[in-house]
C-alpha cells in the first residue's frame, strides 16, 4: 500500500494578480479529482473578472460582500453561503466589508493555472 499520507506543501498564503491572496490546502497530481484552496480579499477590493475551465464553489467563511457569475446580478454573500459557478462561466467577488473576506474554493476537477482565464486583459 502506498503512503495514504500526502504532504500538501502549501504552508504560505501568496498574491496572485487576481487581486487576493491564495493559500492552497488540498492541490496534488495524485489527487486529480478536486483541489480546495482559502482565499483572502481585502476591503473593498474587487476580484478579477475571470472564468475557471473546472466547476467551482466558494463557501464563504468571513465577511461580506458580492459575487457577479456569467454578468449577471450582483448577489449578497456572507459566512455560511456556498456560491457554485459552472465550468467556463464569468465571475468575480467584491469585498463590502470592513474585513477580510476569507472563503474556501473547491475545484472539480483540480484547478491547476491552464484551466484559468482573465477576462479583463492585461492588468
Known sequence: ??????KAGHDEEVWIGERCYIRELINH???????LAQTRV????????????????YVIMEGTGLVEIDGGPKTEIGPG?????????????????DS???????CMPRFTPDCYSSLEGDL
Open 1 to 6: 500500500m502506498n503512503d495514504p499520507v500526502i
Open 42 to 57: 481585502k476591503p473593498g477590493v474587487v476580484t478579477e473578472l475571470h472564468k475557471l475551465q473546472v466547476k467551482e464553489w
Open 81 to 97: 453561503d456556498t456560491v457554485e459557478i459552472p465550468a467556463g462561466i464569468s465571475q468575480r467577488i467584491t469585498n463590502t466589508g
Open 100 to 106: 477580510d473576506l476569507l472563503f474556501q474554493c473547491v
Open 29 to 35: 497530481e495524485a489527487i486529480p479529482d478536486f483541489s
